[in-house]
Each structure stands twice: as C-alpha cells, then as structure tokens.
C-alpha cells in the first residue's frame, strides 16, 4: 500500500449537483485502496456540502477536497474552503431537513476536527474514518 504520501486532491466548483462528482472521486480513490466506500462517501458528502453551503456564498473561492491514508491505514479526509467561521454541531432535530451534517460525521469518524489556516484565508475540516 506504499501509497501513503500521495495526495488525492478535488477541487469543487459552487454547484450543488457537484456532490455527484465528489461521491464519484471518493469511490475512485477508495476502490483503489480497497476500502469500503460508504462512509466515506457519506462523510465527503456532508463536508463539501457544509463548506458548499456556509462556506463559499457568494464569492468565487473553491473548496478543496483531499483524501490520504494515515500510519496505521484508515482515511484522512480534509475540505478546505475560504469562510473564516468555524462550523458546530447542532443538537440534530428529527424531522429538520439540514443541520445533520456534522452529526452524522461525528457517528461516522473516528475522529474529526477543525482547523483554522493562518492569515484568515478559510479553514480545513477534517475527519479520519477507518477502513473496515
């Protein structure tokens, strides 16, 4: 597997329907490392679809989505964009359409955080996601 250093990097223009492409690049990358694509694809849809959401209105600025593995082989999943406010979890409401996202990365990841890039240029989020 001595693909550890190689980046696999998306970038996501400011369209909804992109969400299709990035489940389609998720699958791509993890069916080359033979991993179980599900949560993957769930997680990635959920962090392209924050950032798409709170992140980038209104300007021009791309998200960036990255896939890697980490020592011990689970995946590191990364999405940058150029929104400088820093993403929470909602208590999930039932019968709410939007708010879940970060819920269901939280039950989904092993880990997951945030990080925000130096001179305010945007922020990453993150999330480590086993691969069994």
Not at 3 to 19: C, I, L
């Amino acid at each position: 597997m001595g693909q550890g250093a190689a980046e696999n990097e998306m970038v996501v223009k400011q369209d909804p329907r992109v969400v299709a492409e990035v489940r389609r690049f998720v699958r791509l990358v993890t069916g080359q490392w033979g991993m179980d694509d599900f949560v993957p694809c769930l997680v990635a849809s959920e962090l392209v679809t924050n950032a798409l959401r709170h992140a980038a209105s209104g300007r021009d600025e791309d998200v960036i989505l990255r896939l890697s593995r980490t020592e011990d082989d689970a995946l590191w999943m990364e999405v940058q964009d150029a929104a400088c406010g820093l993403p929470h979890m909602l208590a999930a409401d039932t019968s709410s359409e939007t708010g879940r996202g970060l819920f269901i990365v939280d039950q989904y990841a092993r880990c997951w955080g945030i990080r925000a890039l130096a001179d305010n240029v945007g922020k990453v989020v993150f999330a480590v996601i086993d691969c069994t």
